[in-house]
């Protein structure tokens, strides 16, 4: 079989419309798994050690199980429960909150690379312990690490196909739907890992800029 | 629940097979793809390039489902759907086991180089017993990393008619419709194979550090 390219031009439009999908998934996962990573990373410095290990607990099951069976597991169980939302949420919130356990390990070294001495002085000039987390210390703790949180990013957003598998119509399922109806699957799918290719490559190379930015500002 | 726990073994046995097998393939094109990167040669030194930008860029489900529709219709055969999840996902990590295995070579200092070639060793010699050794300590923890992420990613070859545990789990879903059991055991099943992969790495990791008399 060869590549015919009328065929790919006809069916590139198709696919870039699963795109804004895919692209809307990234960055309302991403935005969910920054929240919530923060939550856990303030969870996990508070002097409580039962939020400690429960927050430990759920970040580590978490990391230690696929995705994959993450979706299926919320895709099936939660209308079960009486929510049904759309399969687009159900995969944005999955994303977020798989994610978020990631984020917050970022989130964590961040806080840790910030001198106790940060916290001393602030309470010496009165602060509150919220005054000198959110004026303080995240000022200082988050631009280091936007780096990480982009290559989180970019990870995030190759995990995304994984969405078609709860009918989320983005660029796979898309794809995936054309080489059903037409039994030609090397257009489809290779369009969509050009269009993946393409833009991790942009992603990393605007990392690796803002990266030598920071390293510079040092 | 109980009579649905052997087919989760059957399952769990395929998806420990997809996982070792994918290390294998993984632990090799992740070394010979260093092994082109440090040349000096750009005739070896770019396919390699290639083979790490192409395998990290895209996604491992886009790569597998690639293989797996795609590539039977440019190829003459049809490589079986575990031949071809084990050599994707393999490639997919050798990917990103050559960028570990790379950022450990180069961190080895210079002087270490200078030192070995003042010793008159040989270019192997020098690779494998100065180089390499002072490296396991930087691999291993990244590398357990990327294990199980692999061992995550196998779930992927469920999808292309391996019968491991998210494919079995997918039919006992369909069958009885107890969604939140067979999905929940799923989850612990990986999350324990994880557990004892996790444990197996920290093994090997304090194994490797007698060598080279790092203190445990």
Same mark, same amino acid.
């Given at each position: ?78 209308? /079960?429960?009486?929510?049904? +939302?759309?399969? $687009?949420?159900?995969? %944005?919130?999955? @994303? ?6 990631? &984020? ?82 090397? /257009?489809?799918?290779?369009? +969509?890992?050009? $269009?993946?290719?393409? %833009?991790?490559? @942009? ?6 800029? &803002? ?8 | ?216």
């Amino acid at each position: 079989m060869k590549w015919n390219w009328p065929f790919a031009w006809h069916i590139l439009p198709v696919i870039l419309r699963g795109m804004v999908i895919t692209i809307e998934a990234t960055v309302l996962g991403m935005l969910l798994a920054l929240i919530l990573g923060l939550i856990w990373a303030m969870l996990l410095i508070l002097p409580n050690r039962w939020l400690f290990w429960s927050t430990r607990g759920l970040t580590e099951f978490i990391r230690d199980t696929p995705l994959l069976i993450q979706l299926f597991f919320c895709y099936y169980v939660l209308p /079960e429960i009486g929510i049904t +939302v759309p399969a $687009l949420l159900t995969g %944005i919130t999955v @994303l977020g909150i798989n994610y978020s356990a990631y &984020t917050s390990e970022v989130y964590r070294a961040g806080l840790q690379n910030i001198p106790r001495g940060q916290w001393d002085a602030a309470r010496a000039l009165n602060f509150t312990a919220a005054q000198t987390f959110i004026r303080i210390i995240l000022p200082q703790a988050l631009p280091p690490i936007v780096p990480a949180m982009g290559n989180n990013l970019i990870a995030m957003f190759k995990d995304t196909p994984l969405l078609s598998t709860i009918t989320v119509m983005e660029m796979l399922n898309r794809a995936m739907i054309i080489g059903d109806k037409t039994f030609r699957y090397l /257009e489809p799918l290779t369009i +969509v890992g050009i $269009l993946f290719l393409i %833009i991790s490559l @942009l992603a990393s190379a605007l990392i690796g800029f &803002t990266q030598r930015r920071i390293l510079v500002r040092r | 629940m109980l009579h649905m726990l052997p087919m989760m073994l059957r399952g769990t046995v395929v998806t420990g097979e997809v996982t070792a097998g994918a290390i294998v393939v993984a632990s090799v094109a992740a070394s010979c793809a260093v092994a082109m990167r440090l040349s000096t040669l750009a005739a070896l030194d770019w396919p390699a390039r290639v083979y790490i930008e192409l395998f990290r860029g895209t996604s491992a489900l886009i790569q597998l489902f690639w293989a797996f529709y795609a590539l039977p219709l440019v190829l003459p055969f049809r490589p079986s759907p575990m031949i071809a999840a084990i050599a994707v996902l393999g490639l997919n990590g050798g990917a990103y086991g050559a960028e570990i295995l790379r950022g450990a070579i180069l961190s080895v200092p210079r002087g270490q180089h200078d030192a070995a070639t003042a010793l008159n060793l040989s270019s192997a010699a020098k690779m494998f017993r100065v180089v390499l050794p002072q490296t396991w300590p930087l691999i291993l923890p990244p590398m357990a990393n990327l294990f199980i992420d692999m061992l995550k990613n196998s779930a992927l070859a469920g999808l292309v008619q391996v019968t491991d545990i998210t494919f079995n789990a997918q039919i006992l879903q369909e069958s009885t419709l107890r969604n939140a059991q067979v999905y929940g055991v799923a989850l612990v099943i990986y999350f324990i194979m994880a557990l004892v992969l996790a444990g197996f790495m920290r093994l090997l990791e304090r194994w490797m550090k007698f060598p080279i008399g790092a203190r445990v």
